[in-house]
């Protein structure tokens, strides 16, 4: 399946930022490049045409003019940038053949102009798309020295981007390295930052790493889950290109769970969009993805009428040079469908082209669906040779999971043909695979189990910090609410005090704005969970509240200091007739 994926993965890349359905977006690009006013915009605008064009020399010319525009202008960061933008359209079409170097040497260039210049941002970027090709090479060790490196670079940065940058890229290295646990930590440091700064763009590179990650463990469930977390701000903020790229990826991650409706479904809503949007390029990659369920769950008599009904896939695959792989499926198709001869004629035509230009992968389910078709004809010495070719393929990659089922497979062929000793090899070779299977297997629990643990040791500091927190927060209310009784005690007594009653006032005020906020503070949370923190949900319910509270407040206010300034009114002029009585006694005694 990975020669299909190959196609896929070149209608993608190719499809990525095809915004429009015919020329009109490329001459809309060409009027603004011609009336471009600055060396930046002439060159966003013919690496914009660059990336649209399906034609790969006027692409690449394209290309070379905004290297030349660049290099001309002597901007030092606009070089950078410019060499970068330029492998990554290599990188959207990788599989075509060379330009992985080609990517490689762009993301070289602009590092080291970079570097030289102080340019810490576009060199971090640049490490990054340059870990990115090691990868995809296979070359890990210096795809974990440029990460290393980016990674360097941005922890003496303030710079949030460079960080998620560096940390999904270390991630995506240990990922590939099997080295589960360091992955996962470094995938979590860049979600920590994302969530933190809320850019899209980071939240998405962050999650799509921990898509990824899961589906490495066969954990697709979770895998999913941040896929469709992804989706979901896509479609909130209809990102229509990432949008259909979403949904592939959840018809792929579906179908990996052996959920082959939901899968099915997933395509064809990005068919859909795809259509609505007058986005070709991404209807061809739905109609591939469609047929590679079918092809995958062996339906080749399925898989093949659909592919005659979808006349631009066979135009694609003619342009791509891939127009034999029809006759391939056509072979399987009559294969399955038991009419042998036709199978035969067609496997026959279609062996010097796949021999020739065939994947190593294409060639491998070449050999296996050709060495079938003869063990259906009861032909077992010629399925026999063919499929010795798939295992002595599938043995020099390290497929252990391949290489397993096509020695179970010859060693049934060798007893059907009574070869005994070579059945018993076959026997032992996949008893081997088996073997070395259930130890992979094993580590990967083991992985499983130290990422689970990782996790949960997460979530009990989280959990920690969320009690540290309650419990602040809980003694800050207790003291609010101490603080609220002292003074109203304090009110008490100035009523049986003689004190001014500005002093009166001064106390009451106080006291009551004291309460009133806080009754609005303990309600706070409430409103926000009510509202989901919608500005104008939270804006109506604080009006309707102050409408209420307000006027409450200045009528208690007013209650409280009329009633002790006018309390203290009886005691005072008890004290004063007490004074003239005791003057009046006084004056008596002196007659």
Known sequence: MRFL?????????????????????????????????????????????????????????????????????RDRRLIAFTYIQSGARYMNVQGLEGNLDK??????????????NGLSRLQVEAYYWLSNVLQVKGDNQKALAYSNQALALASNSDNDTMKVMAFVTMGEVYRQMKQMPLSFQNFSEALTLAEANKDPDLLRSADMGFSHF?????????????????????????????????????????????????????????????????????KINSYFRIFSMYYQSKEYVKGFKYMQGQREMLEYL????????????????????????SAEYYFRASQPNVLARGSYEMR???????????????????????YRKAFEQKAAE?????????????????????????????????????????????????????????????????????????????????????????????????????????????????????LFEFIILLLDHTIQAWTQEEPWKVLCIKIVLAAGLVPLHHWLEHRVIHYLSHRRRPTAAVAVHKEVAVQKEVAVHKE
């Open 364 to 386: 491998y389910e070449f050999y296996q669906s050709f060495g079938d078709f003869y063990s259906q004809k009861r032909d077992y010495r010629a399925a026999i040779a063919l």
């Open 103 to 116: 990517a490689q040497r762009a993301f070289e260039h602009a590092g080291q102009v970079a570097k030289e």
């Open 5 to 73: 994926f190959l196609i896929l993965f070149l209608v993608a890349g190719l499809g990525v930022f095809a915004r429009q359905p015919d020329s009109r977006f490329t001459d809309s690009l060409q009027r603004r490049l011609a009336g471009a006013k600055t060396p930046k915009e002439k060159i966003q605008f013919l690496l914009l045409l660059a990336m649209v064009s399906t034609d790969s020399t006027q692409a690449e010319n394209y290309a070379t003019q905004a290297i030349t525009t660049a290099e001309l202008n």
């Open 318 to 341: 003619d342009h791509l040079g891939f127009g034999f792989f029809l006759g391939v499926v056509k072979a399987m198709a009559f294969s399955e469908a038991g009419k042998l001869d």
């Open 214 to 282: 899961y589906a490495d463990m066969h954990e697709f469930g979770k895998a999913i889950d941040y896929t469709m977390k992804i989706y979901r701000r896509d479609r909130a903020s209809w990102d229509a290109a990432n949008m259909l790229m979403d949904l592939y990826r959840l018809g792929d991650l579906f179908g990996n769970n052996h959920q082959q409706d939901v899968a099915l479904t997933m395509y064809q809503h990005s068919l859909l969009l795809a259509d609505t949007l007058h986005y070709d390029l991404f």
């Open 398 to 514: 390290g497929d252990l999971e391949s290489e397993e089922s096509t020695a179970d497979s010859l060693q049934a062929f060798y007893e059907r043909v009574g070869d005994y000793p070579s059945a018993l090899a076959f026997n032992r070779l996949a008893q081997g695979e088996r073997d070395s299977l259930r130890a992979q297997t094993q580590e990967t629990e083991l992985m499983k189990l130290e990422v689970d643990t990782e996790n949960r040791r997460k979530e009990r500091e989280a959990r920690a910090e969320e009690l540290n927190t309650e419990h602040r927060h809980n003694i800050q209310y207790m003291g609010f609410t101490v603080g609220l009784v002292l003074l109203f005690i304090t009110i008490v007594l100035l009523g049986r005090l003689t004190v001014p009653v500005s002093v009166i006032r001064t106390v009451v005020f106080l006291s009551f704005i004291f």
